[in-house]
């Protein structure tokens, strides 16, 4: 995370995979209500574009830590980077699984296959955070590919 802001010292929050979602959304809300352009009076028009800029950098805090999967990729440094997985396991599980739901007729099939996959993300995201926690960024990577590739498959199933 060279040449990048802290979103969790920007927040005053401890850095961790697994945050705590009310403390985030408190200094969350204090921080826009100090930094907001909106809550100051009598303020010329330069301070008005810092604390805009502020404010802004506050939200993008904020939208990033509140979701696991994009605040897995920022504590893995590849946010906003294209990466691809050279995991050819990894890759022939999403393959299968994309198979699998591509053959599902009925509504229940939908739903209990939504319910493992489900599942899979929740187990995939305990054990990521694990690793981002103990640093170990090398496994946490791989974790990181395949909760990404699990949640693109269960939003294009539960639209």
């Known amino acids: 995370m060279k040449n990048q802001i802290d979103y969790f010292e920007l927040l005053h929050l401890p850095r961790s995979f697994d945050i705590d979602l009310d403390a985030l959304e408190k200094a969350y809300i204090?921080?826009?209500?100090?930094?907001?352009?909106d809550?100051?009076?009598?303020?010329?028009a330069c301070e008005k574009l810092k604390l805009m800029q502020q404010?802004?950098?506050i939200n993008?805090?904020?939208?990033?830590?509140?979701?696991?999967?994009?605040?897995?990729?920022?504590?893995?440094?590849?946010?906003h980077k294209e990466e691809r997985i050279n995991d050819s396991d990894l890759l022939e599980e999403i393959f299968d699984l994309q198979e699998?739901?591509?053959?599902?007729s009925s509504e229940m099939d939908i739903k209990n296959f939504l319910e493992k996959i489900?599942?899979?993300?929740?187990?995939?995201f305990a054990v990521l955070g694990a690793l981002l926690n103990?640093?170990?960024?090398?496994?946490?990577k791989s974790?990181?590919?395949?909760?990404?590739?699990?949640?693109?498959?269960?939003?294009?199933?539960?639209?």
Do not use: W
């Open 100 to 104: 699998e739901a591509g053959a599902l």
């Open 60 to 79: 993008e805090a904020y939208q990033i830590l509140k979701d696991p999967l994009k605040r897995a990729a920022y504590m893995l440094g590849c946010l």
């Open 118 to 124: 489900e599942f899979d993300i929740q187990k995939t």
């Open 55 to 57: 404010s802004v950098l």
């Open 143 to 159: 974790l990181y590919f395949r909760a990404k590739y699990l949640s693109e498959i269960y939003k294009k199933l539960s639209f």
């Open 39 to 44: 809550t100051q009076q009598g303020i010329n």
């Open 134 to 140: 103990e640093n170990n960024l090398k496994d946490a």
């Open 30 to 37: 204090t921080h826009q209500q100090k930094y907001h352009p």
